[in-house]
């Protein structure tokens, strides 16, 4: 399956009656492909379009004030997909079951791979990991249900 971005045949208002979002194009260049991706995978994918809308910003080919509810929400997701797949991978290392929680709260999810990642380094635990508590807080008190940066006044 694929994904359509043309710009050029991309309109504003009302779709008519040819207009498809998910189509194959014979402009290959144009098809972005949508495949099963591991966590790791689909949060790299959240990171860049994160970096690249910021990127834009930057060079005034976008307002700031209109990327940075994007910009934010993509790098949030980044970060929830990335501990769910560090405690999916740690838990699987150390027989403690599969999966991850299903929740989008930072801090509960930020608990759990510290600890699984202490776990499983013991003492050669890398130092850095103590950096993360400061900036995954910062996430958590401005967004805790990654609802802030989606809707305008909580959730719908």
């Known amino acids: 399956m ?26 290959w260049q144009n098809n972005a492909c949508l495949m099963p991706a591991s966590l790791a995978q689909f949060a790299e994918h959240y990171r860049e379009a994160a970096e690249a809308l910021i990127k834009s910003a930057i060079n005034r080919e976008v307002l700031i004030d209109c990327a940075v509810y994007p910009a934010v929400f993509l790098y949030r997701q980044y970060l929830e997909l ?12 150390e027989d403690e079951g599969r999966g991850y929680p299903k929740t989008h709260k930072l801090n509960n999810l ?43 006044c909580g959730k719908f």
């Open 2 to 27: 694929s994904f359509l971005i043309a710009p050029k045949r991309l309109t504003i208002g009302w779709p008519n009656e040819n207009e498809r979002l998910f189509q194959l194009e014979s402009d």
């Open 82 to 93: 990335t501990l769910k797949d560090i405690i999916w991978r740690t838990r699987h290392l």
């Open 110 to 152: 930020w608990a759990e791979a510290k600890g699984l990642l202490r776990q499983h380094y013991g003492a050669d635990t890398p130092k850095e990991l103590a950096y993360l508590d400061q900036c995954i807080a910062e996430f958590h008190e401005h967004d805790p249900d990654s609802m802030a940066f989606r809707y305008p």
